[in-house]
């Protein structure tokens, strides 16, 4: 799994600005990769664990940082 840290309000729109200037030019599966290294909301990331589950998360390339800084280290596996 790749190991994200949590951004500041400005990092995570220049990387929105970035994404959809991506899909803009038709560039949708690097857009989507962009759009991932965004942190995912902490109660979103839950939800998506008890619904697709754990394995899913870990594969899924989506930024876990701030759900780890709610949770703490390992929440995955609890």
Do not use: C, H, Q
């Not at 989507?32 to 664990?49: G, Q």
Request: net charge neutral; aromatic share 10%; glycine share 6%.
């Amino acid at each position: 799994m790749i190991t994200y840290r949590v951004m500041s309000l400005d990092e995570r729109f220049e990387i929105s600005r970035k994404a959809d200037e991506l899909e803009k030019a038709g560039k949708y599966e690097e857009a989507m990769a962009m759009n991932k290294t965004r942190p995912l909301s902490p109660y979103l990331a839950k939800i998506l664990k008890e619904k697709v589950g754990v394995e899913y998360l870990r594969k899924s390339g989506w930024n876990l940082a701030e759900a780890e800084a709610e949770f703490g280290p390992g929440w995955l596996d609890r």
